[in-house]
């Protein structure tokens, strides 16, 4: 299993980013994804999920309404749109996979990709 | 929505038993995943469903969920399990969100 995250950088406060997560090793399709995130010095904290299919999608209250996750099947990939960002965003954001398709803990992480809302 | 609370710093000296508490209502009711992660790194599972270790985790860590806090248990702490240490759940109460402790920084003295 391998999950490569791509798409950080620094960004005004106000604008737009979208990440990107290239899935390989296992049948994605099967399986929810997740993105998680670390701001520096803090602990992690979850953003949001999608279904095998797309179709559901679930969000932290801090991002509802601001960031949108997708995912294209057919090219193992799934994204993070975040609009509206704020300097409290700026995180190390990790796409990540459960043991399981349906639940379980967190057990594949990408190795993180850095956002940063500055002026 | 769901709070768990873990204390921010831990200090064991090497071959004690360290214990990291995760305290959150009724967290006796939900299934408790531990992450390690040691700087500039990953987290790594390390206990989930409250007890189990998935392969290539030592016997040293084991998990406790049944009254009171969670607990994360190392027994005999070496100076390389030095690290933050996270508890997690999935709460269902309001949507569907995943929930993690704020991490707790164990420092083996």
């Known amino acids: 299993v391998q999950l490569v995250e791509s798409g950080g950088g620094v960004v005004q406060p106000g604008r737009s980013l979208r990440l990107a997560c290239a899935a390989s090793?296992?049948?994605?399709?099967?399986?929810?994804m997740h993105w998680v995130r670390q701001a520096p010095g803090k602990g992690l904290a979850w953003v949001a999920l999608?279904?095998?299919?797309?179709?559901?999608?679930y969000y932290a209250d801090s991002v509802k309404g601001r960031f949108t996750i997708s995912r294209d099947n057919s090219e193992n990939f799934f994204y993070l749109q975040m609009d509206s960002l704020r300097p409290d965003d700026t995180a190390v954001y990790y796409c990540?996979?459960?043991?399981?398709?349906?639940?379980?803990?967190?057990?594949?992480w990408g190795q993180g990709t850095l956002v940063t809302v500055s002026s | 929505s769901y709070v768990l609370t873990q204390p921010p710093s831990l200090s064991v000296a090497p071959g004690q038993t360290a214990r990291i508490p995760c305290g959150g209502n009724?967290?006796?009711?939900?299934?408790v995943h531990w992450y390690q992660q040691k700087a500039g790194q990953a987290p790594v599972l390390v206990v989930y469903?409250?007890?189990d270790r998935p392969p290539g985790i030592p016997e040293r860590f084991s998990g406790s969920n049944s009254g009171g806090p969670a607990t994360l248990t190392i027994s005999r702490v070496e100076a390389g399990d030095e690290a933050d240490y996270h508890c997690?759940?999935?709460?269902?109460?309001?949507?569907?969100?995943?929930?993690f402790g704020g991490g707790t920084k164990l420092t083996v003295l």
């Open positions: 090793g296992f049948s994605f399709t099967n399986y929810v």
């Open positions: 990540a996979r459960l043991r399981t398709p349906s639940g379980g803990p967190v057990l594949f």
């Open positions: 469903d409250n007890s």
């Open positions: 009724n967290i006796a009711t939900k299934s």
């Open positions: 999608i279904s095998y299919d797309g179709r559901n999608t």
């Open positions: 997690q759940v999935w709460d269902n109460s309001n949507g569907f969100q995943g929930v």
